[in-house]
């Protein structure tokens, strides 16, 4: 009924539409927490909400749509504000990947039900695509946020219980992020080239978002 490009341009738009809800909601979570905690620095910095404009960075945005890879600005935290520095920092980084897989579990019966509306062309179209895609970047942004390399939200994790002598963890320090680049290149080469056996980042992430998607079709899946 609509050109191939129609269909491509509406898959664009439907993941713009997912991003705008997922990264401001798990930068977001961040800020909250980190507050609560009793460090006030995201107020001052205008990260306290959830305005997709206070959180993007417009190339990691970009690179998120056209790449599928991509970032956001992080939060900026003074841990030594918090009330308990130990647990503070445990909370504060993991309240962004918790909002991710809470989201992920919240869309998802929205993401069913959306397949059981009338058709409406490419408004449907688009419906349905954008809560698909904030299901799944919710989920892959859960494990992605927790490999445990520096800056990621795992690392952090990670710092909070680690020896900071430990080799291993000043390698996740120093090189990780090296390591992590070098896995993203392999990626985009794979998409070029269409071998895909290389993709070791991407093959991990699917392979364990097939796992940790199972508690929420299994609790929807009693209801539908």
């Not at 992080?74 to 897989?101: H, T």
Request: aromatic letters at 22%; one cysteine or more; a neutral charge.
């Amino acid at each position: 009924m609509y050109p191939e490009f129609v269909w491509k341009i509406m898959d664009y738009i439907a993941i713009f539409l997912a991003l705008i809800i997922v990264l401001p909601l798990h930068e977001f979570a961040h800020a909250f927490t980190a507050v609560k905690c009793g460090d006030p620095t995201p107020k001052f910095y205008g990260r306290y909400t959830i305005n997709p404009l206070a959180h993007f960075d417009p190339l990691g945005l970009i690179c998120f749509v056209f790449a599928g890879f991509g970032w956001a600005k992080p939060v900026p935290v003074n841990p030594n504000n918090f009330k308990n520095y130990k647990l503070g920092s445990f909370l504060v980084s993991s309240a962004g990947v918790f909002a991710n897989y809470l989201l992920a579990f919240i869309v998802f019966p929205l993401w069913v039900l959306s397949f059981r509306i009338p058709e409406f062309g490419l408004f449907t179209y688009v419906l349905q695509s954008t809560l698909g895609n904030i299901v799944i970047l919710s989920l892959v942004f859960f494990v992605f946020n927790l490999i445990p390399v520096f800056p990621l939200d795992g690392f952090r994790i990670l710092d909070c219980f680690c020896d900071k002598n430990n080799p291993i963890y000043r390698f996740l320090r120093d090189y990780g992020r090296f390591v992590l680049l070098f896995l993203f290149l392999l990626s985009v080469i794979a998409d070029f080239t269409g071998f895909y056996q290389i993709d070791i980042l991407g093959r991990a992430i699917n392979f364990l978002v097939s796992y940790i998607e199972i508690p929420i079709t299994a609790f929807w899946g009693l209801f539908f």
